[in-house]
């Protein structure tokens, strides 16, 4: 039984490769009456919503929303939560524990070949065999996984002014402890609370997420 309490700041999400903004729902319920809003990428949807709040917020992001989260939050961020997330996901010199640029290469090629084969594969992988939805932009979706591959936000990290909390799955087969590790040492500026579940902890484990965004909200928020 998790304790309630009082939520000032909205609270902004953004989810990972391979899903859409309905993927919070259950997060957000187990928010109650918070303020929330769900951005998109729009790889389902004709076009994307990343629009940020113009007012002081809480971030949090999934997996590549994470990524995407650290290097846009902004200003008005005043805390982040990384689910299932990493500074950098793919594999570079000096940062090993990486998921190899072959791996990702050969989504890449995947999706262009035969979008709808991967994305099940990739979300069965993940944990979740709901159907994809009908509209798919596979153009979108080879950017996300460009930035997979690519993007580095481990100076994003370093420089953050706001306090950041990460959360990690003891059985993630996508984002593996190793690199959870690798991107979060332990006794440095981002702590990691570890859960027993996958890669996609916003629908396994809505109210344990639900309660640390209550009490990083909390945080910020009190006198």
Known sequence: MFVTMALTLPVAF???????????QATRAALGSCPTRAL?????????????PDQPYIGVGHSLGALWLLRHHGPLCRGLVLINGFSRFGAAPGFPDGIPRRVIERMRL?????PVGLLHSFRQRAGIESPLPAHIDSARLETGLRALMDMDCTHDLTAAKCPIQAIAGTQDAIAPPALTQACFPAGEKTPTEWMEGGHLLPLTQPEACAHIIRTMNQRITAP
Do not use: C, I, K, N
Not at 110 to 114: A, D, K, M, S, V
């Open 110 to 114: 995947g999706l262009l070949r035969e």
């Open 40 to 52: 998109d990428f729009g790889f389902f949807s004709d076009q994307p919503d990343m629009a940020l």
């Open 14 to 24: 953004v989810h990972g490769w391979a899903f859409e903004h309905t993927f919070w």
